[in-house]
């Protein structure tokens, strides 16, 4: 599995942001698939996910927020950020649903959020 997560920036209270996960040596047409994040001195925890036919969940602290969103065709899996919060600031990674620390992840991207 190679995971290629990018679209992380720093942004003010309030703004919006899109990360971008590429993912290949899975069959993703049929996976579903997750948002984590990891803030400073945190775990990592899941954010979002999606299914094969993009049903969605959220945990609350994103709900109306954030938006997941897939395209089958070119094996990517989205995250829409807005109204974003300085509590949002961690690196964001994507994965399968379900994947544990000792599964492959990528490299994250890092979303940092200025008050």
């Known amino acids: 599995v190679v995971l290629v997560e990018s679209g992380g920036a720093l942004v003010q209270a309030g703004g919006s942001l899109k990360l971008s996960c590429a993912a290949s040596g899975i069959a993703f047409r049929i996976t579903s698939m997750a948002w984590y994040r990891q803030g400073p001195g945190k775990q990592r925890d899941l954010v979002a996910s999606?299914?094969?036919?993009?049903?969605?969940t959220y945990v609350d602290s994103v709900k109306g927020r954030f938006t997941i969103s897939r395209d089958n065709a070119q094996n990517t899996v989205y995250l829409h950020l807005n109204s974003v919060k300085p509590e949002d600031t961690a690196v964001y990674y994507c994965n399968v649903i379900g994947a544990r620390d000792l599964d492959s992840w990528g490299q994250g991207t890092q979303v940092t959020v200025s008050s």
């Open positions: 999606i299914t094969p036919r993009s049903t969605t």
